[in-house]
Structure formats: structure tokens, C-alpha cells
């Protein structure tokens, strides 16, 4: 075994969306950082649809780009249709979702990895992690190579033991045409529960065979809405030949590419049913459990047996390739069966398979086993973040990418950590939820997941995190100076407002009037403001008594939030205490009384049996 002679502050395993975030947000913050991969080549590699952001998920890139972190504006660089879902409706559930171009996103995120100060990569398949008296202490590869490092963060994605399958076909890998990994061994004998998870993609077609006159267009919105709160950064980067977008005369600039819809039909799902028999899912080759609201093709056909279609899209997965993705029938079938049905779609009578849809099983451990910091409680300074966690999703890797590299740092460096509430973000609720409750199954961020949704909108991300990441060390100093006015431009529009308010006039007709005196005012002064300054008032203004009740409900959690339990708390002690209480309170230990409340299974009995013993026992 050779030890590398460079020791690590931190060495994040795997570069995916994840491990991207962790290897920065550490690498920021000045620690000496190693990122180790199975292939260099694929770094950042978008393996299933190469698309960021949508509902809840657009909120959670945002998030991140307001810490400083990197999947927003790598996005905006490569995008190549940008869209606000949702715009129709209620501010809280609006979204940015843009569909990117595949390999430049993928070429771009190496580039930028490989630029970073502190940040070096190293290829390797991670065989094991090593502990020193309870701490994580190096990584060694199936090479015989050890990295040693003060902490390890882990985001192996789907690639522990990952097994890949189509039809009644299966061979090991992370993804198609990659290997797995076995570090899942290591990590069971470190003491950590596994568990299996499953999940799929569709097949890819020959744009040159799909008849578009027959498919129903979907264009990108004009203006183009962007992820990061810096498009301005775009014009910093001449050299960078994988940027394809541009920041100019005050605006950001795409060169969209139409997107397309059709749809199955009674024939597509009669080739599927006859051939239910031959997919690795209903045979029962697979034995990890699939995303509930991502599900293949096959389970549509079998749960909604009532419905005669189902929506496609077909999204282009690039500008300098003619590869589509099929949006809407992940599957596992054979290839001839896949074959069939594309063919019975509109517009997909002649269509040309490029690459089979396929399904992968994965190890994951699950996230009980974690702290708020993401770190584990098994293995001081260890972290888990991704797919390990059993979440579903680039994004949700990526924030909890963040948030586990900048906490693994920020220990080291003997600062405070890195932790979200429900109320302060999107991030907040998916790692609550997930070190909270657990999860019986990939774990994907929908809207109605936060209880605080009107507070936690895409368009105040900045104004919400970016002070706290600044104070963090995460965020750079322009990022932080351009929220600081937007905070005081948004304080001074609100005086403005105040003043050509008219008594007695409803709300909704005041607003279009004062909208109107806005955009004229003198350009400069109007500047001081900047338009999405003048959204985010109008959003305010409008739902002024929701967001209030929902600082009020805020303020009332953040009383049970205050009230912590010791880690070290014996709970078999507390007499009366039901068995089950006693046994998930002692395996999740909840840091305050409001985080005891959420695991499931927890009564309000058993909390207000909790609260009269730490009343009797404040020294326990």
C-alpha cells in the first residue's frame, strides 16, 4: 500500500453533482481538498435527463447559488431552453427549470473543478475508508493507494454495487458503461446499516428519425429565465469554450432549441402488457425499491391501467448532437420490446434506438444515521451526501453536496456549522426530512414538502441565504455587496410604495398603477431598484397576511426549536416512555424537542412525557 505523500484536509469520494459541491464549497473556504473518481472523464456526467431545476428542485438550485455554489451558473452557461414553470400561478410554486447541453455541462464542470485554488483530482475507485480512534481517516483504492485526509465525504451516487438491467439481462455498474463500486463492503463493516434502492432512464433516440410535424413544439421563454443570482459572471469567462451562453447589455442571452411533445397510445400500452413477463420489475430480479414519483413506464401502464395516454417529451440532450431524450418512459424492458413501443408513438414511427432505456440497483445507507451536518454518527468527521442518502435527483445531490463539504470544512476550521431550518430554505426541509424521518424510498423535493413555502420562494434565495453564506466564508464578497443592495433597494422601493399609496383604492388596481409610475421613473433611479427588485415587492405586498401568518408560525416552531436535548440523553431511563419512542428517539437523538415532534411515530404524548422528565432531570 503506497500513502500518497500529500495529506487532505478533506477528501470528497465521487464527482458527480454532489461531489462537485463538496469538493467546492470546501476548497472555498481554504481547506486542502482532494476530489477521487472512478473516471476523470466523467465528471459532473448528467446520467439521466440533462435538465436541472423544475418544481421545488429549480428552488433548490437557486438555494445553492445564493451559498456560492456552483450548479446554477453552470446551468445558465450550458443551458439551451430556459423556462419558468408554473408562471400562471401562485409565486410560491413557480419554478426555473432549463435543459442543458449535456457535454458541455459535463466538459465545463471538469474545467472549473480543475481550476479551482486548494481543489486537485485524482482518479481511483474508492475501495475503503479507513477510521483512526472513531475518525475517518483515509480512502484506499483498488490500486493500492491511500489518501489520507481529517475528513471524508462520501457521494458515490448510484454506484455501490450498482447493478445495471435490461430485460432479463443485468451486469454490474453504476451506470451504463461504468463501473460499480464495492465500497458498500467498507462501509458495512464500519457498522452502517444499507439498504437498496432502484432507479431507471428512458432510452434515447436518433433526432433524425423522429418526424417533428407529427409532435406538438415546446419553445423556451423569451426573455430566458436563469438559476444564478450572477449572471454577470458570464462575462468573465472569455477563455472558457464550454460556455455557451452569454451576460451582455444587462441581459442573459440563450440560443434556445425547441423541445417537442406526443404521446403513448392504446397500442404502446398493449406491446408493454404483453410483455410485463420479460422487465427485471414485475419478475422480481429487482429487489430495490423505485421512485414513486418517477416511475417507469411499465408501472404507469399497470397502476393507471385507466388512462389511455401518457405524455412525452422529447428534450434534445445538446447543441452539437442529435441524441434525444424520451421524458416519460424511463423502463427496463428488453431492447426489442423498447423497439416496439417507441414505434407505435406519434411521430416516432420510425425512430431509431441510440441507447436502450435501462433500470440500476444501488446500495444506499440510510439517513437516520446522520446529523443535521450530514456528517454520520458512527465515524466522526465521515459524510454522506447524494444518492447514499437515498434522495433521487442532481439537485438534491448537489445541495446536500454543499452543505456536507462546507460543514466537513468548516469543523476542521473550528467554525460554526452549516445547518438550515425548515424556514431559512428548501435545503433545510430535504435534510431535515431526511436525517428526521428516514425514507422508504428515493427521496425527490416537491413544494408541498415545506410548510413555509410562501417565505421560501426561487426569487428571494439570495436575499434569504446569501448573508449567512457570506458570514460562513462560502460566499465571495461581490455576491455579497450586490444583496446588500438589493436588500436596500427593496427597503427604499418599500418607502416609495409607501408614498404614492392611495387610501380606499383595491390592492390589485393600486399595484398596476404604481407598476406603471415605477417603470417610468428615471432610468437611473429606476436602476437603483432593478425589476426583479419590483417583483419581489409586488409578491410581498400582495400575500402581505400569509407571509405573515407564516413569520408567525415561524416564530411559534422556533420555541420547541429552542428547547435542545443532550446527545448523550439515556431515553430507556424515562419511565412511562412507550418502547417505540424509546427506540426511534434513540436511534435518530434529536438535537431539540420540535425534531423529536417530526419523527414519525412520536406522540404528543411522548413528547409531553419528554418535557416533564427534562423539567425533573435539567442535569441529565
Not at 276 to 297: A, H, M, N
Not at 373 to 385: D, G, P, Q
Not at 529 to 558: C, M, N, P
Request: glycine residues 10%.
Amino acid at each position: 500500500m503506497f500513502t500518497y505523500p500529500k495529506t487532505y484536509d478533506v477528501i470528497v469520494v465521487g464527482a458527480g453533482h454532489a461531489g462537485i459541491e463538496a469538493a467546492m464549497a470546501a476548497s472555498r473556504l481554504g481547506c486542502e481538498t482532494l476530489m477521487l473518481t472512478q473516471n476523470a472523464d466523467t465528471i459532473g456526467q448528467m446520467s439521466c435527463n440533462p435538465a436541472v431545476g423544475g418544481l421545488a428542485k429549480g428552488h433548490i438550485v437557486r438555494e445553492i447559488d445564493a451559498l456560492g455554489g456552483f450548479m446554477g451558473l453552470n446551468t445558465d452557461a450550458t443551458a439551451i431552453q430556459c423556462r419558468m414553470l408554473n408562471s400562471n400561478k401562485g409565486a410560491s410554486v413557480r419554478a426555473p427549470r432549463s435543459q442543458c447541453d449535456k457535454k458541455a455541462y459535463q466538459f465545463r464542470a471538469k474545467a472549473a473543478c480543475e481550476r479551482q485554488p486548494h481543489l486537485d483530482l485524482k482518479q481511483g475507485n474508492a475501495l475503503r475508508i479507513g477510521e483512526e480512534q472513531g475518525r475517518a481517516a483515509f480512502v484506499e483504492t483498488d490500486f493500492g493507494l491511500r489518501f489520507r485526509g481529517a475528513a471524508i465525504v462520501i457521494t458515490t451516487g448510484t454506484f455501490l454495487r450498482g447493478l445495471l438491467h435490461v430485460g432479463l439481462q443485468s451486469r454490474p455498474g453504476g451506470r451504463m458503461g461504468d463501473a460499480q463500486s464495492t465500497l458498500s463492503g467498507s462501509l458495512a463493516e464500519l457498522g452502517f446499516e444499507i439498504g437498496r434502492f432502484k432507479t431507471g432512464t428512458p432510452c434515447r433516440l436518433n433526432g433524425r428519425t423522429i418526424d417533428f410535424t407529427r409532435c406538438e413544439i415546446q419553445n423556451g421563454d423569451e426573455p430566458p429565465p436563469g438559476f444564478s443570482f450572477m449572471p454577470e459572471s458570464l462575462e468573465s469567462t472569455p477563455d472558457d469554450i464550454f460556455t455557451l451562453n452569454t451576460y451582455r447589455d444587462g441581459m442573459f442571452h440563450v440560443e434556445q432549441i425547441p423541445c417537442w411533445i406526443t404521446h403513448t397510445n392504446a397500442r404502446t400500452h398493449a406491446v408493454i402488457r404483453a410483455n410485463l413477463d420479460k422487465s427485471p420489475l414485475f419478475s422480481g430480479r429487482i429487489e430495490g425499491v423505485g421512485p414513486r414519483y418517477c416511475p417507469s413506464i411499465e408501472d404507469k401502464v399497470v397502476k393507471f391501467a385507466e388512462k389511455e395516454s401518457h405524455q412525452l417529451f422529447l428534450e434534445p440532450e445538446g447543441r452539437h448532437t442529435g441524441e434525444f431524450y424520451v421524458n416519460g418512459v424511463s423502463t427496463s424492458l428488453p431492447f426489442e420490446v423498447q423497439y416496439a413501443f417507441i414505434r407505435s408513438v406519434q411521430g416516432l414511427e420510425n425512430a431509431e434506438i441510440m441507447r436502450a432505456g435501462y433500470a440500476v440497483e444501488y446500495d444506499y445507507c440510510p439517513p437516520t444515521q446522520l446529523y443535521a451536518t450530514l456528517e454520520t454518527k458512527r465515524v466522526e468527521n465521515l459524510f454522506f451526501a447524494g444518492q447514499i442518502n437515498g434522495t433521487s435527483g442532481y439537485e438534491e445531490a448537489a445541495a446536500q453536496g454543499l452543505v456536507a463539504g462546507a460543514n466537513a470544512a468548516l469543523k476542521l476550521l473550528g467554525r460554526p456549522s452549516l445547518i438550515l431550518s425548515r424556514s431559512e430554505a428548501y435545503i433545510g426541509v430535504l435534510i431535515d426530512d431526511l436525517v428526521t424521518k428516514g425514507t422508504a424510498e428515493p427521496y425527490r423535493m416537491f413544494t408541498s414538502r415545506a410548510e413555509y413555502r410562501l417565505l421560501l420562494r426561487q426569487d428571494n434565495a439570495d436575499l434569504r441565504l446569501t448573508p449567512l453564506g457570506h458570514g460562513l466564508g462560502l460566499v465571495d464578497p461581490a455576491r455579497a455587496e450586490k444583496v446588500a443592495s438589493r436588500q436596500a433597494a427593496l427597503a427604499e422601493l418599500e418607502i416609495w410604495a409607501a408614498g404614492v399609496r392611495v387610501e380606499g383604492v383595491p390592492l390589485t388596481q393600486w399595484l398596476k398603477r404604481a407598476e406603471t409610475s415605477f417603470r417610468g421613473l428615471d432610468q437611473g433611479v429606476r436602476n437603483r431598484f432593478a425589476d426583479s427588485v419590483w417583483d419581489i415587492f409586488e409578491t410581498d405586498l400582495k400575500y402581505a397576511g400569509y407571509i405573515r401568518r407564516q413569520h408567525d408560525a415561524v416564530e411559534k416552531a422556533r420555541l420547541s426549536e429552542g428547547k435542545l436535548l443532550p446527545a448523550s440523553l439515556d431515553y430507556s431511563a424515562i419511565s412511562g416512555l412507550r418502547f417505540e419512542a424509546r427506540q426511534k428517539l434513540s436511534e435518530i437523538r434529536p438535537a431539540t424537542f420540535g425534531q423529536a415532534g417530526r419523527i414519525s411515530g412520536i406522540t404528543p404524548a411522548d413528547l409531553a412525557l419528554l418535557g416533564v422528565w427534562m423539567g425533573r432531570n435539567r442535569n441529565a
